[in-house]
């Protein structure tokens, strides 16, 4: 079972900026989709940006123009670049294999990012 091990949260302010990591633990990571996803208080977690094995990616319209994923498959590792962060990204986010439920691996414990003045 692929362990999934998120970093890089915190306390910013509006405007501020935040790299978020996710390392994998199975070299499987690297044939994979990877995906970003955020669940904010109250809410459904949602997807928020999405990284093929080979490098496109998909981003949801809250987050376009702001937020930056990419991957490094040597380190089998996946990244969030968040940039002109707003109090509404506040919330708890997760990654995880991409696609459909049957191939999603056991959710970490996730990395908490606050926004706020």
């Known amino acids: 079972q692929v362990q999934l091990v998120e970093s890089g949260g915190g306390l910013v302010q509006p405007g501020g900026s935040l790299r978020l990591s996710c390392a994998a633990s199975?070299?499987?990571?690297?044939?994979?989709?990877m995906g970003w996803y955020r669940q904010a208080p109250g809410k459904q977690r949602e997807s928020v940006a999405t990284?093929?094995?080979?490098?496109?990616?998909v981003y949801a319209d809250s987050v376009k123009g702001r937020f930056t994923i990419s991957r490094d498959n040597s380190k089998n590792t996946v990244y969030l670049q968040m940039s002109s962060l707003k109090p509404e990204d506040t919330g708890v986010y997760y990654c995880?294999?991409?696609?459909?439920?049957?191939?999603?691996?056991?959710w970490g414990q996730g990395t908490q990012v606050t926004v706020s003045s």
């Open positions: 995880n294999r991409e696609g459909p439920l049957y191939l999603r691996w056991k």
């Open positions: 199975e070299s499987i990571f690297r044939i994979s989709a």
């Open positions: 990284i093929t094995a080979v490098g496109h990616t």
